[in-house]
């Protein structure tokens, strides 16, 4: 009787065991795992806005456009400059030669450059926090897998208004990890395809009345997007940390004079019915990802995705198959050689089971 309490003992703590494991190496997947998929997503959105760079360059020319004119070839715009007085609490920015007018691109250029949905749209970066990411088309859950994205229902950064840009703060490449950390006068640069523009972090009081770089609004907060009569960039991520019960808000000033507007589609390819759908279905997923939006389309966004419940069960079932039939082989043959046989199919089935996963559980 002691023999069968200890065995059964023994099992359950086996158990228990493996279950911890289980979750540490999924906490390591989500924490990791899912930046290596960022990283390769970022070196495939550099390459793609390279190449966009490089056929409008072409194009100019084929256009037979001066490189010089301001209306037509992208420029950069002058940082903000230190005060006289002291340095200034902005990370140091190299300065072009002159300050040039803002550019435009003709109209039958930029409809070859046309971004479609998740495609790179340009580069944001915040030197005093170590972001430098390529940003893209589109703020859905699978968007933001590969990096910060905009809002199509805001105008473009370097365009006149207020243009807001969405990022993780816990996975997927973690852009927006140390967002409260920025400070008022801290310089955000975003290159587009219409040039480099500066961008000066605003103050904001928090509890103890301290200026601080960002402020903190529920989700249901719609105004932080909106246009507040100036040209401005809005940077949205999940509060706190590892939880998207709230937002963090970034807000900054444009540097000199804005680009005018350039339209970005906002659907993938197709016409028609299917066209439609994608854009039915864009509407939907745009709504959702707003920083202010009803209760229950964040959840819908943010919340549970339960369609992956099945075939997380499917695939976790196939790692449990693997492991019985890993100790069945052990004791039929030899227990090492039959655990290093097994072990690369269990790993695959549940890298595959943490992939469901993640997309069944609350973006963060």
Same mark, same amino acid.
């Given at each position: ?68 004119? @301001? %209306? +037509? $070839? &992208?420029?950069? *715009?002058? !940082? /903000? ?5 002291? @340095? %200034? +609490? $902005? &990370?140091?920015? *190299?300065? !072009? /030669? ?267």
């Amino acid at each position: 009787m002691e023999s069968r309490l200890s065995t059964v003992i023994g099992a359950i703590g086996r158990l228990l065991i493996g279950l911890g494991l289980t979750v540490l190496a999924f906490a390591g997947y989500q924490l990791w795992g899912t930046g290596l998929q960022e990283e390769r997503a970022q070196n495939s959105l550099e390459d793609d806005f390279e190449e966009r760079q490089a056929a409008l360059q072409l194009l100019t020319e084929e256009a037979d456009t001066p490189a010089s004119a @301001p %209306t +037509t $070839a &992208p420029t950069t *715009t002058q !940082p /903000p400059a230190a005060e006289p007085d002291g @340095p %200034t +609490t $902005a &990370p140091s920015v *190299t300065a !072009p /030669p002159t300050t040039a007018a803002p550019p435009s691109i003709a109209p039958a250029l930029a409809a070859e450059l046309l971004p479609a949905r998740g495609e790179a749209l340009g580069h944001i970066r915040i030197p005093s926090i170590g972001v430098d990411k390529v940003f893209i088309n589109g703020v859905g859950r699978d968007d933001l897998r590969t990096g910060p994205g905009h809002y199509p229902t805001t105008p473009l950064p370097g365009q006149e208004g207020n243009a807001a840009i969405a990022g993780h703060r816990t996975t997927y490449g973690q852009p927006f990890h140390n967002l409260d950390l920025v400070q008022p006068g801290d310089v955000i640069e975003v290159e587009t395809l219409q040039g480099v523009f500066f961008y000066e972090v605003e103050g904001h009081a928090n509890a103890d009345g301290d200026a601080v770089g960002h402020f903190i609004v529920d989700p249901s907060r719609t105004d932080v997007v909106e246009d507040h009569g100036d040209n401005r960039l809005t940077l949205t991520a999940c509060h706190p940390k590892y939880s998207a019960r709230q937002r963090i808000i970034v807000t900054a000033v444009m540097v000199g004079e804005p680009a005018p507007p350039l339209p970005i589609t906002t659907t993938t390819q197709g016409s028609g019915e299917e066209q439609l759908g994608a854009d039915e279905d864009l509407a939907a997923e745009d709504e959702g990802n707003t920083v202010g939006i009803e209760e229950e389309t964040l959840e819908e966004s943010l919340g549970w995705h339960w369609e992956e419940l099945n075939i997380t069960l499917v695939w976790a079932a196939l790692c449990c198959f693997v492991l019985f039939a890993g100790w069945l082989l052990g004791r039929q043959w030899r227990k090492w050689p039959a655990y290093v046989a097994t072990a690369p199919v269990f790993l695959f089935a549940m890298f595959i089971t943490f992939g469901h996963l993640d997309r069944m559980l609350p973006a963060l």
